[in-house]
């Protein structure tokens, strides 16, 4: 039996914007992404794919603004094969990962607790995006655009 699922994201970043002395920024370094799950152990489902080349970089300032998130959505309504994401080495006075989780149309939360700071600070994660199929799945492609929003917590 033959396995193929590719995947294309496209990445995109969103901005909140309030009252402008406060808005945060969000945006993507090294941002698209292939990923293509080819391969599979006799009797076993295919073998996840897992790319970790991109990052996203966002501001977490001024100290009198609220505590914010990054959520995370597709465009995609209806994906046949699953896709995952986990904001990886955040250092921690940055926010707080989520975990990995499955990319929606709905926003979901991806990094928490964002504090204000004192001064502009640009904080930095890598996005580990993992791609999964079934052989009930079949072969086919899914194509993102995935959407980093960061909001009020």
């Keep these: 039996m033959r396995f193929l699922a590719t995947f ?3 990445v995109a970043a969103a901005m909140l914007i309030g009252n402008v002395s406060l808005a945060a920024n969000v945006s993507i370094l090294n941002g698209n992404v292939d990923l293509v799950v080819s391969t599979a152990s006799a ?3 295919p073998d ?3 790319d970790q080349t991109a990052q996203l970089q966002w501001d977490n ?12 959505q597709t ?7 699953a896709l995952g994401v986990q904001a990886i080495n955040i250092t921690p006075s940055d926010g707080t ?3 990995e989780v499955q990319v929606s149309t709905s926003a979901t939360d991806f990094i928490n607790s964002i504090p204000a700071k004192d001064s502009p600070d640009n904080a930095t994660c890598d996005l580990r995006y993992k ?3 079934l052989a009930a ?4 492609i899914d194509t993102h655009t995935i959407t980093y929003t960061i909001v009020d917590q």
Excluded: C, R, Y
């Design 8 to 10: 294309t994201i496209s």
């Design 75 to 81: 465009n995609l309504a209806s994906p046949q094969f």
């Design 43 to 45: 009797g076993s489902e």
């Design 97 to 99: 990962s989520a975990g």
């Design 61 to 72: 300032w001024p100290n009198s603004a609220p505590t914010k998130k990054i959520t995370v």
């Design 48 to 50: 996840p794919d897992i």
């Design 137 to 140: 799945d079949g072969t086919g």
């Design 131 to 133: 791609a999964t199929a």
